[in-house]
Protein backbone atom coordinates (compact mmCIF):
# COMPACT_ATOMS: atom_id res chain seq x y z
CA UNK A 1 0.00 0.00 0.00
CA UNK A 2 1.26 3.52 -0.76
CA UNK A 3 2.25 5.71 1.90
CA UNK A 4 1.88 9.76 1.49
CA UNK A 5 3.82 12.13 3.63
CA UNK A 6 0.59 12.91 5.57
CA UNK A 7 -0.06 9.20 6.43
CA UNK A 8 3.28 8.93 8.34
CA UNK A 9 2.92 12.37 10.02
CA UNK A 10 -0.60 11.17 11.38
CA UNK A 11 0.80 7.31 12.13
CA UNK A 12 3.74 9.31 13.69
CA UNK A 13 1.62 11.65 15.80
CA UNK A 14 -0.34 8.33 17.20
CA UNK A 15 2.09 6.28 18.20
CA UNK A 16 4.26 9.53 19.61
CA UNK A 17 1.63 10.34 21.85
CA UNK A 18 0.34 6.59 23.00
CA UNK A 19 4.01 5.68 23.73
CA UNK A 20 4.30 8.75 26.12
CA UNK A 21 0.82 7.57 27.75
CA UNK A 22 1.94 4.02 27.65
CA UNK A 23 5.22 4.87 29.69
CA UNK A 24 3.85 6.77 32.03
CA UNK A 25 1.42 4.47 33.03
CA UNK A 26 -2.07 5.91 31.70
CA UNK A 27 -4.67 4.43 30.31
CA UNK A 28 -7.50 6.33 28.60
CA UNK A 29 -10.89 4.88 26.10
CA UNK A 30 -10.25 5.22 22.82
CA UNK A 31 -12.17 8.53 21.48
CA UNK A 32 -14.03 6.41 19.13
CA UNK A 33 -14.98 2.86 20.13
CA UNK A 34 -14.24 -0.47 18.29
CA UNK A 35 -17.39 -2.64 16.99
CA UNK A 36 -17.20 -6.25 15.55
CA UNK A 37 -20.53 -7.61 14.02
CA UNK A 38 -20.81 -10.98 13.21
CA UNK A 39 -24.20 -11.50 11.44
CA UNK A 40 -25.44 -15.05 10.34
CA UNK A 41 -26.67 -14.79 6.72
CA UNK A 42 -27.87 -18.07 4.66
CA UNK A 43 -25.12 -20.69 5.15
CA UNK A 44 -22.51 -17.69 5.83
CA UNK A 45 -21.87 -15.09 7.78
CA UNK A 46 -21.21 -11.37 7.35
CA UNK A 47 -18.52 -9.40 9.40
CA UNK A 48 -18.12 -6.07 10.20
CA UNK A 49 -15.40 -4.02 11.94
CA UNK A 50 -15.61 -0.25 12.54
CA UNK A 51 -14.64 2.12 15.07
CA UNK A 52 -17.80 4.50 16.43
CA UNK A 53 -17.46 8.46 16.63
CA UNK A 54 -19.23 10.59 18.74
CA UNK A 55 -21.57 14.02 17.20
CA UNK A 56 -20.08 15.98 20.38
CA UNK A 57 -22.03 18.92 19.41
CA UNK A 58 -20.81 18.73 15.89
CA UNK A 59 -22.60 19.43 12.55
CA UNK A 60 -21.94 15.97 10.93
CA UNK A 61 -22.68 15.37 7.15
CA UNK A 62 -22.41 18.46 5.33
CA UNK A 63 -19.70 19.91 8.27
CA UNK A 64 -17.70 17.48 9.63
CA UNK A 65 -18.07 15.14 6.96
CA UNK A 66 -18.25 16.91 4.12
CA UNK A 67 -21.09 16.17 1.21
CA UNK A 68 -19.59 13.99 -2.26
CA UNK A 69 -16.52 13.43 -0.25
CA UNK A 70 -15.19 9.50 0.26
CA UNK A 71 -15.86 8.92 3.73
CA UNK A 72 -14.39 5.71 5.99
CA UNK A 73 -17.70 5.04 6.75
CA UNK A 74 -16.63 5.99 11.28
CA UNK A 75 -13.64 6.35 12.75
CA UNK A 76 -9.46 5.76 12.82
CA UNK A 77 -8.90 2.43 9.98
CA UNK A 78 -11.56 2.39 7.18
CA UNK A 79 -14.58 0.36 7.77
CA UNK A 80 -13.83 -3.23 7.04
CA UNK A 81 -16.60 -6.32 5.83
CA UNK A 82 -16.39 -9.77 5.04
CA UNK A 83 -18.54 -12.54 3.58
CA UNK A 84 -17.95 -15.77 3.70
CA UNK A 85 -20.48 -16.57 1.14
CA UNK A 86 -21.52 -14.75 -2.43
CA UNK A 87 -24.21 -12.45 -1.31
CA UNK A 88 -26.37 -9.59 -3.90
CA UNK A 89 -25.76 -6.20 -2.44
CA UNK A 90 -28.63 -4.31 -4.20
CA UNK A 91 -28.84 -6.52 -6.63
CA UNK A 92 -25.41 -6.71 -7.52
CA UNK A 93 -22.93 -9.57 -7.34
CA UNK A 94 -20.35 -9.85 -4.78
CA UNK A 95 -17.71 -12.38 -4.06
CA UNK A 96 -16.91 -13.90 -1.04
CA UNK A 97 -13.74 -12.15 0.38
CA UNK A 98 -13.35 -8.60 3.02
CA UNK A 99 -13.41 -5.43 1.58
CA UNK A 100 -13.40 -1.57 3.18
CA UNK A 101 -16.63 -0.21 2.95
CA UNK A 102 -16.42 3.10 1.97
CA UNK A 103 -19.37 5.85 1.35
CA UNK A 104 -19.90 9.37 0.07
CA UNK A 105 -22.40 10.89 1.86
CA UNK A 106 -25.11 13.66 0.10
CA UNK A 107 -27.84 15.28 0.92
CA UNK A 108 -30.43 13.23 -1.53
CA UNK A 109 -28.35 10.37 -2.47
CA UNK A 110 -25.23 8.43 -0.81
CA UNK A 111 -23.25 6.58 -2.41
CA UNK A 112 -21.84 2.98 -1.02
CA UNK A 113 -18.73 1.38 -1.93
CA UNK A 114 -16.90 -1.52 -1.66
CA UNK A 115 -13.18 -1.10 -2.10
CA UNK A 116 -10.75 -3.94 -2.56
CA UNK A 117 -8.30 -2.74 -0.38
CA UNK A 118 -9.86 -3.58 3.02
CA UNK A 119 -6.72 -2.47 5.30
CA UNK A 120 -6.26 1.31 5.23
CA UNK A 121 -6.00 4.10 7.77
CA UNK A 122 -9.10 6.43 7.36
CA UNK A 123 -9.67 7.05 3.76
CA UNK A 124 -6.59 8.92 2.64
CA UNK A 125 -5.21 6.17 0.38
CA UNK A 126 -8.51 5.45 -1.12
CA UNK A 127 -8.44 4.58 -5.08
CA UNK A 128 -11.35 4.63 -6.72
CA UNK A 129 -10.01 1.87 -8.99
CA UNK A 130 -10.18 -0.83 -6.17
CA UNK A 131 -13.61 -0.26 -5.69
CA UNK A 132 -15.55 -3.35 -6.44
CA UNK A 133 -18.82 -2.01 -5.95
CA UNK A 134 -20.76 1.42 -6.23
CA UNK A 135 -24.36 1.76 -5.51
CA UNK A 136 -27.07 4.23 -4.73
CA UNK A 137 -29.61 4.33 -1.77
CA UNK A 138 -31.74 7.44 -0.11
CA UNK A 139 -30.83 8.97 3.20
CA UNK A 140 -33.47 9.17 5.89
CA UNK A 141 -34.48 11.37 8.57
CA UNK A 142 -33.83 10.32 12.59
CA UNK A 143 -36.15 11.97 14.48
CA UNK A 144 -34.07 11.22 17.70
CA UNK A 145 -30.39 12.07 17.55
CA UNK A 146 -28.27 9.15 17.30
CA UNK A 147 -24.98 10.34 19.63
CA UNK A 148 -22.72 7.47 18.63
CA UNK A 149 -22.20 6.18 15.09
CA UNK A 150 -23.83 3.15 14.42
CA UNK A 151 -23.98 0.13 11.92
CA UNK A 152 -26.81 -2.83 12.65
CA UNK A 153 -28.53 -5.49 10.80
CA UNK A 154 -32.10 -5.59 11.10
CA UNK A 155 -34.66 -7.02 9.16
CA UNK A 156 -32.89 -10.57 9.22
CA UNK A 157 -34.53 -13.55 7.24
CA UNK A 158 -32.71 -16.98 6.23
CA UNK A 159 -31.71 -15.53 2.93
CA UNK A 160 -31.50 -11.32 3.13
CA UNK A 161 -30.96 -8.55 5.74
CA UNK A 162 -30.53 -4.60 5.96
CA UNK A 163 -27.51 -3.11 7.02
CA UNK A 164 -28.46 0.07 8.54
CA UNK A 165 -25.98 3.06 8.96
CA UNK A 166 -26.47 5.80 11.36
CA UNK A 167 -25.29 8.66 12.52
CA UNK A 168 -26.82 11.97 13.76
CA UNK A 169 -30.37 12.55 12.11
CA UNK A 170 -29.34 10.59 9.18
CA UNK A 171 -29.69 6.75 8.07
CA UNK A 172 -28.93 4.62 5.30
CA UNK A 173 -30.21 1.16 4.76
CA UNK A 174 -28.90 -1.29 2.13
CA UNK A 175 -30.26 -4.25 1.15
CA UNK A 176 -27.85 -7.68 1.34
CA UNK A 177 -29.43 -11.26 0.00
CA UNK A 178 -27.68 -14.88 -0.68
CA UNK A 179 -28.55 -17.96 -2.29
CA UNK A 180 -28.72 -20.81 -0.51
CA UNK A 181 -31.08 -23.30 -2.68
CA UNK A 182 -29.05 -25.11 -4.55
CA UNK A 183 -26.29 -25.47 -1.38
CA UNK A 184 -29.30 -27.07 1.04
CA UNK A 185 -30.82 -29.15 -1.77
CA UNK A 186 -27.84 -30.65 -2.65
CA UNK A 187 -27.30 -31.39 1.01
CA UNK A 188 -30.27 -32.72 1.71
CA UNK A 189 -30.42 -35.22 -0.84
CA UNK A 190 -26.77 -36.38 0.52
CA UNK A 191 -28.41 -37.01 3.60
CA UNK A 192 -30.51 -39.06 2.54
CA UNK A 193 -28.45 -41.40 0.97
CA UNK A 194 -27.14 -41.69 4.51
CA UNK A 195 -28.25 -43.53 7.72
CA UNK A 196 -29.21 -40.65 9.17
CA UNK A 197 -31.89 -39.59 6.78
CA UNK A 198 -33.16 -35.84 8.17
CA UNK A 199 -36.92 -36.15 7.57
CA UNK A 200 -38.37 -33.24 9.25
CA UNK A 201 -35.51 -30.77 8.91
CA UNK A 202 -35.87 -31.46 4.92
CA UNK A 203 -39.50 -31.66 5.06
CA UNK A 204 -39.66 -27.97 6.96
CA UNK A 205 -36.91 -26.82 3.90
CA UNK A 206 -39.66 -28.17 1.80
CA UNK A 207 -42.49 -26.80 2.44
CA UNK A 208 -40.99 -23.14 3.45
CA UNK A 209 -39.36 -23.02 -0.30
CA UNK A 210 -42.56 -23.97 -2.04
CA UNK A 211 -41.09 -27.91 -2.97
CA UNK A 212 -42.46 -30.79 -3.72
CA UNK A 213 -45.15 -31.50 -0.99
CA UNK A 214 -45.83 -34.88 -1.75
CA UNK A 215 -42.03 -35.80 -1.36
CA UNK A 216 -42.00 -33.46 1.93
CA UNK A 217 -45.20 -35.69 3.69
CA UNK A 218 -43.43 -38.80 2.49
CA UNK A 219 -40.94 -37.92 4.44
CA UNK A 220 -43.14 -36.60 7.75
CA UNK A 221 -44.37 -40.24 6.75
CA UNK A 222 -41.55 -42.22 7.44
CA UNK A 223 -40.14 -39.53 10.83
CA UNK A 224 -44.06 -39.71 12.41
CA UNK A 225 -43.19 -44.29 12.07
CA UNK A 226 -39.99 -43.92 13.90
CA UNK A 227 -41.62 -41.73 16.46
CA UNK A 228 -44.85 -41.80 16.48
CA UNK A 229 -45.29 -40.23 20.25
CA UNK A 230 -43.67 -36.85 19.32
CA UNK A 231 -45.99 -33.33 19.20
CA UNK A 232 -43.67 -31.01 17.13
CA UNK A 233 -43.65 -34.31 14.45
CA UNK A 234 -47.60 -34.04 14.11
CA UNK A 235 -47.36 -30.34 13.86
CA UNK A 236 -45.29 -30.45 10.70
CA UNK A 237 -46.72 -33.24 9.48
CA UNK A 238 -50.44 -31.34 10.07
CA UNK A 239 -48.95 -27.83 8.29
CA UNK A 240 -47.75 -29.85 5.16
CA UNK A 241 -51.15 -31.67 4.72
CA UNK A 242 -52.84 -27.95 4.87
CA UNK A 243 -50.81 -26.49 2.54
CA UNK A 244 -51.68 -29.70 -0.17
CA UNK A 245 -55.27 -29.02 0.34
CA UNK A 246 -56.28 -32.29 2.82
CA UNK A 247 -57.73 -30.30 5.64
CA UNK A 248 -59.54 -33.70 7.12
CA UNK A 249 -55.80 -34.91 7.53
CA UNK A 250 -54.83 -31.81 8.70
CA UNK A 251 -57.13 -31.81 11.56
CA UNK A 252 -56.88 -35.10 12.42
CA UNK A 253 -52.92 -34.80 12.72
CA UNK A 254 -53.10 -31.53 14.86
CA UNK A 255 -55.75 -33.06 17.16
CA UNK A 256 -53.25 -36.22 17.77
CA UNK A 257 -50.66 -33.60 17.99
CA UNK A 258 -52.53 -31.73 20.65
CA UNK A 259 -53.36 -35.03 22.68
CA UNK A 260 -49.78 -36.03 22.88
CA UNK A 261 -48.96 -32.55 24.05
CA UNK A 262 -51.28 -32.77 26.33
CA UNK A 263 -49.76 -35.84 27.83
CA UNK A 264 -46.40 -34.32 28.20
CA UNK A 265 -47.85 -31.17 29.43
CA UNK A 266 -46.07 -29.58 26.96
CA UNK A 267 -47.46 -25.95 26.38
CA UNK A 268 -45.68 -24.79 23.66
CA UNK A 269 -46.60 -27.99 21.19
CA UNK A 270 -50.23 -27.44 23.02
CA UNK A 271 -50.12 -23.87 21.26
CA UNK A 272 -48.52 -24.54 18.04
CA UNK A 273 -50.98 -27.61 16.99
CA UNK A 274 -53.89 -25.98 18.46
CA UNK A 275 -53.14 -22.80 16.32
CA UNK A 276 -52.85 -25.56 12.87
CA UNK A 277 -55.94 -27.11 13.88
CA UNK A 278 -58.02 -23.47 14.20
CA UNK A 279 -56.95 -22.97 11.09
CA UNK A 280 -57.70 -26.43 9.08
CA UNK A 281 -60.88 -25.59 11.00
CA UNK A 282 -61.50 -22.45 9.35
CA UNK A 283 -60.52 -23.63 6.22
CA UNK A 284 -63.33 -26.34 6.42
CA UNK A 285 -65.74 -24.10 7.14
CA UNK A 286 -65.12 -21.87 4.62
CA UNK A 287 -65.10 -24.44 1.86
CA UNK A 288 -68.22 -25.93 2.95
CA UNK A 289 -69.26 -22.17 3.13
CA UNK A 290 -70.98 -22.60 6.46
CA UNK A 291 -71.51 -26.57 6.52
CA UNK A 292 -71.16 -28.91 9.38
CA UNK A 293 -67.15 -29.30 10.42
CA UNK A 294 -66.33 -32.47 12.54
CA UNK A 295 -65.76 -30.59 16.20
CA UNK A 296 -63.02 -31.86 18.24
CA UNK A 297 -61.92 -31.45 21.65
CA UNK A 298 -59.20 -29.55 22.33
CA UNK A 299 -57.15 -27.73 25.30
CA UNK A 300 -56.39 -24.71 27.67
CA UNK A 301 -53.40 -24.55 29.22
CA UNK A 302 -55.45 -24.11 32.36
CA UNK A 303 -57.34 -27.41 31.33
CA UNK A 304 -53.82 -29.05 31.27
CA UNK A 305 -52.47 -27.74 34.56
CA UNK A 306 -55.70 -28.98 36.38
CA UNK A 307 -55.47 -32.55 35.40
Known amino acids: MKITIKGIVLLFVALGMQGQLNAQGVKLPQASSGQTLIQDLGLGKVTLVYSRPNVKGRKIFGGLEPYNKVWRTGANSATV ?3 TDAVKIEGQDVPAGEYGLFTIPNKTEWTVILNKTSKQWGAYEYKEADDILRIKVKPM ?14 NVLPTSAQ ?3 MWENTAIAVNITTSIDEQVMASIDAAMKTDKKPYVGAAQYYLDNGKDLA ?12 NPKVPYIKLWKAKIQLKMGDI ?9 GVDLAVANKDDEYIRLNTQVLEDAKRQA ?3 SNGGVVTRTKTFTTTEVRRN
Open 215 to 226: TALGWMNEAEKA
Open 285 to 287: KSK
Open 163 to 165: LHI
Open 141 to 154: KVKDKVETFAMQFT
Open 81 to 83: IKF
Open 248 to 256: AGALVTAQA
